[in-house]
Protein backbone atom coordinates (compact mmCIF):
# COMPACT_ATOMS: atom_id res chain seq x y z
CA UNK A 1 0.00 0.00 0.00
CA UNK A 2 1.49 3.17 -0.97
CA UNK A 3 2.15 6.23 1.45
CA UNK A 4 0.49 8.64 -0.99
CA UNK A 5 -1.21 8.08 -3.95
CA UNK A 6 -2.25 10.98 -5.99
CA UNK A 7 -4.83 10.41 -8.78
CA UNK A 8 -5.42 13.14 -11.73
CA UNK A 9 -4.59 16.16 -9.05
CA UNK A 10 -4.88 19.38 -10.44
CA UNK A 11 -4.39 22.63 -8.08
CA UNK A 12 -5.40 25.99 -9.67
CA UNK A 13 -5.54 29.42 -7.99
CA UNK A 14 -7.49 32.06 -9.15
CA UNK A 15 -7.46 30.78 -12.18
CA UNK A 16 -3.66 29.88 -12.49
CA UNK A 17 -3.51 25.92 -13.18
CA UNK A 18 -0.11 25.36 -10.76
CA UNK A 19 -0.58 21.32 -10.96
CA UNK A 20 -2.36 19.49 -13.80
CA UNK A 21 -3.76 15.96 -13.49
CA UNK A 22 -0.98 14.81 -11.40
CA UNK A 23 -0.30 11.36 -10.92
CA UNK A 24 2.01 9.89 -8.16
CA UNK A 25 2.43 7.26 -5.77
CA UNK A 26 5.42 7.87 -2.83
CA UNK A 27 6.18 4.80 -0.96
CA UNK A 28 6.65 4.78 2.50
CA UNK A 29 10.28 4.90 4.01
CA UNK A 30 12.06 5.68 0.90
CA UNK A 31 13.84 8.90 0.41
CA UNK A 32 12.11 11.24 -2.40
CA UNK A 33 13.62 14.83 -4.22
CA UNK A 34 11.35 16.71 -6.41
CA UNK A 35 13.23 18.69 -9.19
CA UNK A 36 12.37 21.10 -12.07
CA UNK A 37 12.53 24.62 -13.09
CA UNK A 38 11.10 28.05 -10.68
CA UNK A 39 7.11 27.60 -11.33
CA UNK A 40 6.84 23.62 -12.43
CA UNK A 41 4.44 23.48 -9.04
CA UNK A 42 7.36 21.26 -7.11
CA UNK A 43 6.34 23.53 -3.58
CA UNK A 44 2.83 23.44 -4.42
CA UNK A 45 2.72 19.70 -4.34
CA UNK A 46 4.38 19.34 -1.35
CA UNK A 47 2.35 21.02 0.71
CA UNK A 48 -0.92 19.17 -0.93
CA UNK A 49 1.16 16.01 0.07
CA UNK A 50 1.45 17.75 3.76
CA UNK A 51 -2.53 18.61 3.62
CA UNK A 52 -1.30 21.96 4.25
CA UNK A 53 -3.73 22.56 1.25
CA UNK A 54 -6.24 20.60 -0.46
CA UNK A 55 -6.73 19.96 -4.39
CA UNK A 56 -8.80 21.21 -7.05
CA UNK A 57 -9.66 18.31 -8.85
CA UNK A 58 -8.78 14.52 -8.20
CA UNK A 59 -8.21 12.23 -5.45
CA UNK A 60 -5.53 12.19 -2.72
CA UNK A 61 -5.05 8.91 -0.27
CA UNK A 62 -3.11 9.14 2.11
CA UNK A 63 -2.61 5.67 3.94
CA UNK A 64 -5.47 4.89 1.65
CA UNK A 65 -7.33 7.10 3.24
CA UNK A 66 -9.58 9.51 0.83
CA UNK A 67 -8.28 13.04 1.56
CA UNK A 68 -8.84 15.50 -1.00
CA UNK A 69 -12.04 16.47 0.55
CA UNK A 70 -11.93 16.12 4.20
CA UNK A 71 -11.97 18.89 6.77
CA UNK A 72 -10.00 19.78 9.35
CA UNK A 73 -11.01 17.59 12.06
CA UNK A 74 -10.16 14.74 9.84
CA UNK A 75 -6.49 16.48 8.62
CA UNK A 76 -5.00 17.82 11.78
CA UNK A 77 -4.96 14.06 13.26
CA UNK A 78 -3.05 12.95 9.75
CA UNK A 79 -0.67 15.97 9.46
CA UNK A 80 0.74 15.79 12.78
CA UNK A 81 2.33 12.55 11.36
CA UNK A 82 4.41 14.77 9.02
CA UNK A 83 6.44 17.84 9.13
CA UNK A 84 7.75 20.40 6.83
CA UNK A 85 11.40 22.08 7.11
CA UNK A 86 11.24 25.21 4.83
CA UNK A 87 13.77 27.53 3.47
CA UNK A 88 13.90 30.09 5.67
CA UNK A 89 12.63 28.13 9.16
CA UNK A 90 10.93 30.75 11.31
CA UNK A 91 11.63 30.66 14.67
CA UNK A 92 9.13 32.13 17.86
CA UNK A 93 10.31 34.04 20.35
CA UNK A 94 11.78 32.47 23.26
CA UNK A 95 14.58 30.19 23.57
CA UNK A 96 15.29 27.13 21.26
CA UNK A 97 13.74 25.05 23.87
CA UNK A 98 10.51 26.98 23.73
CA UNK A 99 10.32 26.50 20.00
CA UNK A 100 11.37 22.86 20.11
CA UNK A 101 8.16 22.53 22.87
CA UNK A 102 5.42 23.72 20.29
CA UNK A 103 4.78 20.54 18.34
CA UNK A 104 5.16 18.59 21.09
CA UNK A 105 2.76 20.64 23.30
CA UNK A 106 0.73 21.16 20.86
CA UNK A 107 0.04 17.22 20.96
CA UNK A 108 -0.38 16.84 24.57
CA UNK A 109 2.50 15.41 25.64
CA UNK A 110 3.67 15.38 29.17
CA UNK A 111 6.85 17.66 30.44
CA UNK A 112 8.84 14.76 31.03
CA UNK A 113 8.59 13.29 27.79
CA UNK A 114 8.76 16.79 25.95
CA UNK A 115 12.08 17.35 28.20
CA UNK A 116 14.06 14.11 27.08
CA UNK A 117 12.81 14.04 23.24
CA UNK A 118 15.03 18.03 23.29
CA UNK A 119 17.58 16.47 24.76
CA UNK A 120 17.75 13.48 22.19
CA UNK A 121 16.92 15.51 19.14
CA UNK A 122 19.44 18.41 19.90
CA UNK A 123 21.98 16.03 20.38
CA UNK A 124 21.50 14.15 16.91
CA UNK A 125 21.96 17.21 15.35
CA UNK A 126 25.04 18.21 17.43
CA UNK A 127 23.43 21.42 19.71
CA UNK A 128 22.74 20.00 22.75
CA UNK A 129 24.95 23.32 24.01
CA UNK A 130 22.14 25.88 22.40
CA UNK A 131 19.32 24.37 24.39
CA UNK A 132 18.68 27.83 26.44
CA UNK A 133 19.79 30.26 23.52
CA UNK A 134 17.63 32.78 22.23
CA UNK A 135 16.57 31.49 19.35
CA UNK A 136 16.48 35.02 17.51
CA UNK A 137 20.62 34.99 18.14
CA UNK A 138 20.69 31.83 16.43
CA UNK A 139 22.75 31.90 12.68
CA UNK A 140 21.46 30.33 9.77
CA UNK A 141 22.60 27.09 9.59
CA UNK A 142 21.67 26.79 13.50
CA UNK A 143 18.28 27.84 12.50
CA UNK A 144 17.80 24.50 10.21
CA UNK A 145 19.24 22.67 12.23
CA UNK A 146 17.41 23.26 14.89
CA UNK A 147 14.41 23.19 12.36
CA UNK A 148 15.49 19.76 11.68
CA UNK A 149 15.60 18.70 15.16
CA UNK A 150 12.27 20.17 16.03
CA UNK A 151 10.79 17.97 13.25
CA UNK A 152 12.70 14.85 14.86
CA UNK A 153 10.89 15.32 18.35
CA UNK A 154 7.68 14.91 16.37
CA UNK A 155 8.77 11.75 15.44
CA UNK A 156 7.09 11.89 11.78
CA UNK A 157 5.88 9.55 9.24
CA UNK A 158 7.01 11.90 6.43
CA UNK A 159 9.71 14.51 6.70
CA UNK A 160 9.14 17.21 3.72
CA UNK A 161 11.51 19.91 3.28
CA UNK A 162 11.57 22.72 0.89
CA UNK A 163 14.35 23.98 -0.27
CA UNK A 164 15.78 23.73 3.42
CA UNK A 165 19.45 24.17 2.53
CA UNK A 166 18.90 27.12 -0.21
CA UNK A 167 20.56 30.09 2.00
CA UNK A 168 23.42 28.35 3.59
CA UNK A 169 26.86 28.70 3.01
CA UNK A 170 28.30 24.67 1.99
CA UNK A 171 29.62 23.51 5.34
CA UNK A 172 26.20 23.97 6.70
CA UNK A 173 24.69 22.18 3.46
CA UNK A 174 27.25 19.53 4.09
CA UNK A 175 25.41 19.39 8.04
CA UNK A 176 22.24 20.05 6.90
CA UNK A 177 22.39 16.89 4.10
CA UNK A 178 24.09 14.79 6.58
CA UNK A 179 21.32 14.97 8.89
CA UNK A 180 18.21 14.47 6.62
CA UNK A 181 20.04 11.18 5.56
CA UNK A 182 20.51 10.13 8.97
CA UNK A 183 17.15 10.80 9.98
CA UNK A 184 15.83 8.60 6.99
CA UNK A 185 17.93 6.03 7.79
CA UNK A 186 17.57 5.82 11.46
CA UNK A 187 14.31 6.50 11.82
CA UNK A 188 12.91 4.87 8.72
CA UNK A 189 11.27 8.43 8.06
CA UNK A 190 9.78 9.03 4.31
CA UNK A 191 11.87 11.58 2.99
CA UNK A 192 10.36 14.28 0.48
CA UNK A 193 13.08 17.18 -0.73
CA UNK A 194 12.36 19.59 -2.81
CA UNK A 195 15.48 21.36 -4.21
CA UNK A 196 17.25 23.46 -6.98
CA UNK A 197 20.12 21.61 -6.51
CA UNK A 198 20.58 18.70 -8.77
CA UNK A 199 23.90 17.52 -6.93
CA UNK A 200 21.97 17.58 -3.61
CA UNK A 201 18.95 15.70 -5.38
CA UNK A 202 21.62 12.93 -6.12
CA UNK A 203 22.84 12.90 -2.94
CA UNK A 204 20.20 12.33 -0.69
CA UNK A 205 17.32 10.59 -3.01
CA UNK A 206 16.84 7.32 -3.61
CA UNK A 207 13.73 8.44 -6.50
CA UNK A 208 14.03 12.00 -8.63
CA UNK A 209 10.15 12.94 -9.58
CA UNK A 210 10.85 15.66 -12.59
CA UNK A 211 7.98 18.38 -12.93
CA UNK A 212 7.90 21.04 -15.45
CA UNK A 213 4.99 23.27 -16.02
CA UNK A 214 2.69 21.71 -13.47
CA UNK A 215 3.56 18.26 -14.74
CA UNK A 216 5.52 15.33 -13.54
CA UNK A 217 7.54 14.38 -16.90
CA UNK A 218 9.34 11.52 -15.13
CA UNK A 219 9.68 9.62 -11.88
CA UNK A 220 12.45 6.91 -11.46
CA UNK A 221 15.69 6.26 -9.44
CA UNK A 222 18.50 9.03 -8.91
CA UNK A 223 20.74 6.95 -11.18
CA UNK A 224 18.16 6.53 -13.97
CA UNK A 225 17.35 10.67 -13.79
CA UNK A 226 20.73 11.84 -13.62
CA UNK A 227 22.47 9.17 -15.86
CA UNK A 228 19.72 7.81 -18.91
CA UNK A 229 16.68 9.38 -17.94
CA UNK A 230 13.74 8.51 -20.49
CA UNK A 231 12.17 12.12 -21.18
CA UNK A 232 13.66 14.64 -23.60
CA UNK A 233 12.89 17.17 -21.33
CA UNK A 234 14.16 15.69 -18.30
CA UNK A 235 17.44 15.04 -19.83
CA UNK A 236 17.63 18.40 -20.68
CA UNK A 237 16.77 19.45 -17.43
CA UNK A 238 19.52 17.40 -15.68
CA UNK A 239 21.96 18.22 -18.45
CA UNK A 240 21.39 22.54 -17.59
CA UNK A 241 20.42 22.72 -21.37
CA UNK A 242 16.89 23.54 -20.76
CA UNK A 243 15.42 26.96 -21.76
CA UNK A 244 12.56 28.50 -19.56
CA UNK B 1 -6.83 77.44 45.54
CA UNK B 2 -7.75 74.08 46.84
CA UNK B 3 -4.93 71.58 48.19
CA UNK B 4 -3.26 69.32 45.43
CA UNK B 5 -3.83 66.46 47.53
CA UNK B 6 -7.24 66.70 49.25
CA UNK B 7 -10.07 63.74 49.23
CA UNK B 8 -12.02 65.68 46.00
CA UNK B 9 -8.68 64.97 44.22
CA UNK B 10 -8.18 61.32 45.06
CA UNK B 11 -11.93 61.01 44.04
CA UNK B 12 -11.22 62.28 41.09
CA UNK B 13 -8.00 60.08 39.91
CA UNK B 14 -10.17 57.30 41.22
CA UNK B 15 -13.00 57.68 39.50
CA UNK B 16 -10.77 58.68 36.02
CA UNK B 17 -8.51 55.18 36.62
CA UNK B 18 -11.54 53.25 37.19
CA UNK B 19 -13.32 54.38 34.21
CA UNK B 20 -10.56 54.60 31.49
CA UNK B 21 -9.60 50.75 32.89
CA UNK B 22 -12.72 49.69 33.01
CA UNK B 23 -12.78 51.10 29.38
CA UNK B 24 -9.82 49.96 28.30
CA UNK B 25 -10.29 46.16 30.03
CA UNK B 26 -13.72 45.72 28.23
CA UNK B 27 -12.35 47.57 24.86
CA UNK B 28 -9.54 44.92 24.91
CA UNK B 29 -12.02 41.93 25.12
CA UNK B 30 -13.76 43.19 22.13
CA UNK B 31 -10.71 43.88 20.49
CA UNK B 32 -8.57 41.02 20.51
CA UNK B 33 -10.41 38.49 19.32
CA UNK B 34 -12.15 40.77 15.94
CA UNK B 35 -8.50 41.98 15.68
CA UNK B 36 -7.00 38.20 15.54
CA UNK B 37 -9.53 37.24 12.84
CA UNK B 38 -8.59 40.90 10.25
CA UNK B 39 -4.62 39.69 10.93
CA UNK B 40 -5.19 35.88 10.18
CA UNK B 41 -8.56 35.59 8.09
CA UNK B 42 -8.62 36.62 4.51
CA UNK B 43 -12.39 37.16 3.67
CA UNK B 44 -14.86 39.27 0.88
CA UNK B 45 -15.10 42.69 2.38
CA UNK B 46 -12.36 42.18 4.69
CA UNK B 47 -10.57 45.55 3.30
CA UNK B 48 -14.12 47.67 3.56
CA UNK B 49 -14.01 46.56 7.01
CA UNK B 50 -10.39 47.29 7.55
CA UNK B 51 -10.96 51.10 5.90
CA UNK B 52 -13.59 51.64 8.50
CA UNK B 53 -11.78 50.61 11.36
CA UNK B 54 -9.12 52.65 10.09
CA UNK B 55 -11.34 55.69 9.60
CA UNK B 56 -13.02 55.25 13.04
CA UNK B 57 -9.21 55.13 14.68
CA UNK B 58 -9.36 59.19 14.13
CA UNK B 59 -12.51 59.82 15.12
CA UNK B 60 -13.23 62.61 16.77
CA UNK B 61 -13.74 62.28 20.92
CA UNK B 62 -16.20 65.23 20.81
CA UNK B 63 -18.56 63.29 18.29
CA UNK B 64 -18.07 60.18 19.89
CA UNK B 65 -19.57 61.87 22.63
CA UNK B 66 -22.53 63.49 20.63
CA UNK B 67 -23.35 59.40 19.14
CA UNK B 68 -23.64 58.24 22.35
CA UNK B 69 -25.14 61.04 24.18
CA UNK B 70 -27.98 61.34 21.51
CA UNK B 71 -28.40 57.02 22.18
CA UNK B 72 -28.71 57.29 25.79
CA UNK B 73 -30.72 61.14 25.94
CA UNK B 74 -33.72 60.95 26.88
CA UNK B 75 -35.12 60.62 23.51
CA UNK B 76 -32.49 58.37 22.42
CA UNK B 77 -33.05 54.65 22.40
CA UNK B 78 -31.35 53.78 25.71
CA UNK B 79 -32.99 57.18 27.47
CA UNK B 80 -34.96 54.65 29.65
CA UNK B 81 -31.77 53.35 31.42
CA UNK B 82 -30.98 57.09 32.45
CA UNK B 83 -27.27 56.37 32.03
CA UNK B 84 -26.53 60.06 31.33
CA UNK B 85 -23.90 62.00 33.35
CA UNK B 86 -22.88 58.96 34.95
CA UNK B 87 -19.34 56.89 35.38
CA UNK B 88 -21.12 53.99 33.17
CA UNK B 89 -21.39 56.18 29.93
CA UNK B 90 -18.53 57.56 30.36
CA UNK B 91 -16.87 53.97 30.22
CA UNK B 92 -19.19 53.22 26.88
CA UNK B 93 -18.24 56.85 25.20
CA UNK B 94 -14.09 55.40 25.59
CA UNK B 95 -14.81 52.09 24.47
CA UNK B 96 -16.20 53.61 21.42
CA UNK B 97 -13.22 55.48 20.90
CA UNK B 98 -10.43 52.49 22.18
CA UNK B 99 -12.02 49.55 20.27
CA UNK B 100 -10.94 50.50 16.57
CA UNK B 101 -7.20 52.00 17.59
CA UNK B 102 -7.06 48.25 19.15
CA UNK B 103 -8.48 46.48 16.79
CA UNK B 104 -6.54 48.50 14.08
CA UNK B 105 -3.33 48.06 15.59
CA UNK B 106 -3.69 44.58 16.82
CA UNK B 107 -4.69 43.06 13.24
CA UNK B 108 -1.56 44.86 11.98
CA UNK B 109 0.30 43.27 14.58
CA UNK B 110 -1.15 39.91 14.13
CA UNK B 111 -0.92 39.93 10.13
CA UNK B 112 2.91 40.49 10.33
CA UNK B 113 3.51 37.63 12.62
CA UNK B 114 0.98 35.55 10.84
CA UNK B 115 2.85 36.02 8.02
CA UNK B 116 5.79 34.76 9.02
CA UNK B 117 4.90 32.02 11.44
CA UNK B 118 1.28 30.55 10.67
CA UNK B 119 3.18 28.08 8.29
CA UNK B 120 4.89 26.93 10.62
CA UNK B 121 2.64 26.20 13.36
CA UNK B 122 0.73 24.74 11.06
CA UNK B 123 3.61 21.98 9.81
CA UNK B 124 4.32 22.05 13.33
CA UNK B 125 0.73 20.06 13.53
CA UNK B 126 -1.22 23.61 15.20
CA UNK B 127 -4.82 23.51 14.59
CA UNK B 128 -6.70 26.84 13.61
CA UNK B 129 -7.13 27.87 16.65
CA UNK B 130 -4.42 26.66 18.07
CA UNK B 131 -2.07 28.66 15.33
CA UNK B 132 -4.61 31.51 16.16
CA UNK B 133 -3.54 31.88 19.60
CA UNK B 134 0.18 31.20 19.58
CA UNK B 135 0.31 33.69 16.45
CA UNK B 136 -1.69 36.16 19.11
CA UNK B 137 0.90 35.18 21.84
CA UNK B 138 3.32 36.17 19.02
CA UNK B 139 1.87 39.81 18.73
CA UNK B 140 1.87 39.99 22.02
CA UNK B 141 4.32 43.17 21.58
CA UNK B 142 2.36 44.99 19.26
CA UNK B 143 -0.78 43.95 21.07
CA UNK B 144 0.39 45.80 24.25
CA UNK B 145 1.68 48.97 22.09
CA UNK B 146 -2.33 48.77 21.04
CA UNK B 147 -3.71 48.77 24.21
CA UNK B 148 -1.46 50.99 25.60
CA UNK B 149 -2.34 54.05 22.43
CA UNK B 150 -5.83 53.58 23.07
CA UNK B 151 -5.38 53.95 26.81
CA UNK B 152 -3.57 56.89 26.16
CA UNK B 153 -6.31 58.39 23.87
CA UNK B 154 -9.07 57.67 26.07
CA UNK B 155 -6.88 58.66 29.44
CA UNK B 156 -6.04 62.11 28.41
CA UNK B 157 -9.29 62.90 26.32
CA UNK B 158 -12.29 65.54 27.29
CA UNK B 159 -14.66 66.58 24.54
CA UNK B 160 -16.41 62.47 25.10
CA UNK B 161 -16.57 62.12 28.78
CA UNK B 162 -17.72 66.02 29.28
CA UNK B 163 -20.35 65.77 26.68
CA UNK B 164 -21.87 62.55 28.23
CA UNK B 165 -20.73 62.66 31.85
CA UNK B 166 -21.24 66.56 32.50
CA UNK B 167 -18.08 67.30 34.89
CA UNK B 168 -20.44 66.30 38.14
CA UNK B 169 -18.70 67.07 41.42
CA UNK B 170 -18.17 63.95 43.15
CA UNK B 171 -19.90 62.53 40.62
CA UNK B 172 -18.17 62.30 36.74
CA UNK B 173 -15.73 64.68 37.49
CA UNK B 174 -12.54 63.49 36.08
CA UNK B 175 -8.81 64.60 35.26
CA UNK B 176 -9.03 65.65 32.08
CA UNK B 177 -12.32 67.54 33.00
CA UNK B 178 -11.26 69.38 36.06
CA UNK B 179 -7.78 70.28 33.61
CA UNK B 180 -10.62 72.37 31.68
CA UNK B 181 -12.61 73.41 34.10
CA UNK B 182 -9.52 74.63 36.16
CA UNK B 183 -8.09 76.38 33.14
CA UNK B 184 -11.56 78.00 32.59
CA UNK B 185 -11.12 79.29 36.08
CA UNK B 186 -7.85 80.72 35.76
CA UNK B 187 -6.22 78.73 37.70
CA UNK B 188 -3.64 77.35 35.41
CA UNK B 189 -1.14 76.50 38.36
CA UNK B 190 -3.68 73.86 39.77
CA UNK B 191 -4.36 72.76 35.87
CA UNK B 192 -1.30 72.24 35.31
CA UNK B 193 -0.42 69.99 38.48
CA UNK B 194 -3.54 67.99 37.80
CA UNK B 195 -1.96 67.57 33.89
CA UNK B 196 1.58 66.46 35.97
CA UNK B 197 -1.03 63.73 37.82
CA UNK B 198 -1.95 62.70 34.97
CA UNK B 199 0.87 62.21 33.23
CA UNK B 200 2.44 60.03 36.04
CA UNK B 201 -0.51 57.75 36.28
CA UNK B 202 -0.04 57.32 32.58
CA UNK B 203 3.93 56.18 32.91
CA UNK B 204 2.83 54.45 35.86
CA UNK B 205 0.48 52.26 33.96
CA UNK B 206 2.54 51.74 30.21
CA UNK B 207 6.07 50.98 32.95
CA UNK B 208 3.67 48.51 34.89
CA UNK B 209 2.20 46.69 31.96
CA UNK B 210 5.49 46.68 29.78
CA UNK B 211 6.98 44.96 32.97
CA UNK B 212 4.71 42.34 33.31
CA UNK B 213 5.06 41.25 29.52
CA UNK B 214 8.96 41.23 29.83
CA UNK B 215 8.72 39.31 33.32
CA UNK B 216 5.82 36.96 32.11
CA UNK B 217 7.54 36.45 28.34
CA UNK B 218 11.20 36.67 28.94
Known amino acids: ?47 LMNLLELPSFGNLYYNDQSVANANESVLLPLRRQMTMVIQNSQMLAGTVEDNMKIGLKLRGLPNSIIQEKIKQALAFVGLKNLVNRKANTLSGGEIQ ?95 GTMIY | MTSLFDKALFEIILLSLTVSISAILISTLISLPIGTILGIKEFHGKKIIMRLIYTLMS ?123 ETRQGNFDMAIALGIVLLVISFCISSFILRLDKEKFK
Open chain 1, 1 to 47: MPLFKLENISKIYANNTVLKNIDLTIESGISYAIIGPSGAGKSTLLR
Open chain 1, 145 to 239: RIALARAITLEPKVLFLDEPTANLDPQNVAMVESLISDIQKQFSTTVIIVTHNLFQAKRIAEEVIFMHQGKIIEKASAKTIFNDPAENLTKQFVH
Open chain 2, 59 to 181: LPPVLAGLIIYLIFSNSGPLGVIRWLYTPQVMVIAQILLATPIIIGLASAAVAAKAKRVQNTLTTLGASPRQSAWLVLREARGGIIAAVLTAFGRIFGEVGAVMLVGGNIRHSTRVLTTSIML
